[in-house]
């Protein structure tokens, strides 16, 4: 099979947690063996929306980085890179606002979700840069002529947006960059611990690959059970309980008869979430142990940044140079 260019990436806002683990991390494990993959650690779009807070983004980078390294993405097979470390970027984000309206960018379904979900933030008039971040992830997406972008259902229109700019700038100014496609793999998207339909720092629903055995007891305890359970054997419904839910992820083997016995009223929520806590803390244990050997090695993580930086770089530069020569911006070209 003909190797394609991936590109996905996170923005660093928050250590990642099982949601992504499941979500996509697991994901990009299986496609690096496959595709050549980039992965974006989107520290200039997570400015978009903590622009008031740099530290938050700075410290999250490398946080970032050692949950992927320790779930099982590969250094060797994949290229780690910082968005603000790419200044073609941000020159080819300059380059297709041209090509975007105001109104298409409020009228994508992603940016209009995304605004009322951060009016805490924006209050009733949104930031430019924020209402443009469709048009810098195109730019991410092309300056490394990827074509296969994983995402979930709800970015499909950011990748419709990106796929429109190509298609003006080829017809504006030559046939130079190339239509990327989603990639909806199996993107699951993981409820949070309170029956949230998102898991997420801010919700204060989530359990981070790197939590400790007693954090994850602590949380797994407070998760919703059936509220209707008052005695052990009144008969329980697991199809609204978070630890039955959790099961199905974490103790396949033994879920069909955890929701037997809770039917039946013969399982008690207390066992039932001890031993959902066993088997978190053992399927995150490996996660954790490479964590660990990460932590104690700082420079390796940002030496694996930095190399793969500059290969990315490298990738931009070219693409930039095919830009600026269909957009007639190569004016010492023959100096
Ligand atoms: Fe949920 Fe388990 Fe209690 Fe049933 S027994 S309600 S599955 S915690």
């Given at each position: 099979?003909?190797?394609?260019?991936?590109?996905?990436?996170?923005?660093?806002?928050?250590?990642?947690h099982i949601g992504h683990y499941f979500g996509s991390l697991q994901n990009r494990v299986?496609?690096?063996?496959?595709?050549?993959?980039?992965?974006?650690?989107?520290?200039?779009?997570?400015?978009?929306?903590?622009?008031?807070?740099?530290?938050k983004v700075k410290n999250n980078v490398k946080?970032?980085?050692m949950d992927q390294l320790s779930v099982g993405i590969d250094p060797n097979k994949v290229t780690f890179f910082l968005q603000s470390m790419i200044p073609e970027i941000?020159?080819?984000?300059?380059?297709?606002?041209?090509?975007?309206?105001?109104?298409?960018?409020?009228?994508?379904?992603?940016?209009?979700?995304?605004?009322?979900?951060?009016?805490?933030?924006?209050?009733?008039?949104?930031?430019?840069?924020?209402?443009?971040?469709?048009?810098?992830?195109?730019?991410?997406?092309?300056?490394?002529?990827?074509?296969?972008?994983?995402?979930?259902?709800?970015?499909?229109?950011?990748?419709e947006q990106c796929r429109e700019i190509v298609r003006k700038?080829?017809?504006?100014?030559g046939e130079t960059l190339q239509e990327p496609q989603a990639y909806l793999g199996e993107n699951k998207r993981i409820k949070g611990l309170d029956g949230n339909e998102k898991m997420g720092k801010s919700l204060g629903n989530a359990i981070y690959l790197s939590d400790s055995e007693e954090e994850i007891s602590k949380k797994v305890m407070s998760a919703?059970?059936?509220?209707?359970?008052?005695?052990?054997?009144?008969?329980?419904?697991?199809?609204?309980?978070?630890?039955?839910?959790?099961?199905?992820?974490?103790?396949k083997e033994e879920v069909e008869a955890?929701?037997?016995?809770?039917?039946?009223?013969?399982?008690?929520?207390?066992?039932?979430?001890?031993?959902?806590?066993?088997?978190?803390?053992?399927?995150?244990?490996?996660?954790?142990?490479?964590?660990?050997?990460?932590?104690?090695?700082?420079?390796?993580?940002?030496e694996i940044l930095m190399e793969g930086t500059l290969k990315a770089r490298k990738e931009a530069a070219i693409t930039m140079g095919k830009v600026k020569e269909a957009m007639k911006l190569d004016y010492f070209k023959e100096v």
């Open positions: 099979m003909e190797k394609k260019r991936i590109l996905t990436g996170d923005r660093p806002t928050g250590k990642l299986k496609l690096q063996d496959m595709h050549e993959t980039f992965i974006e650690v989107a520290d200039v779009q997570a400015l978009t929306d903590n622009f008031n807070n740099p530290e946080e970032i980085i941000a020159e080819l984000t300059v380059f297709y606002s041209n090509l975007v309206t105001i109104a298409r960018l409020e009228r994508n379904p992603t940016v209009k979700t995304e605004i009322a979900q951060k009016r805490e933030i924006f209050g009733e008039s949104v930031t430019y840069g924020f209402l443009g971040y469709p048009v810098s992830q195109a730019a991410d997406i092309t300056a490394f002529n990827a074509t296969i972008i994983p995402v979930g259902e709800d970015q499909l229109p950011l990748i700038f080829n017809s504006i100014y919703v059970t059936d509220p209707s359970r008052i005695k052990k054997d009144d008969p329980g419904n697991p199809n609204i309980c978070m630890v039955a839910y959790y099961h199905n992820l974490f103790s955890i929701c037997e016995e809770c039917k039946a009223g013969r399982r008690g929520c207390v066992a039932c979430k001890k031993q959902l806590i066993k088997n978190i803390t053992e399927h995150l244990a490996p996660i954790r142990e490479k964590r660990c050997y990460y932590e104690q090695r700082p420079e390796e993580v940002k």
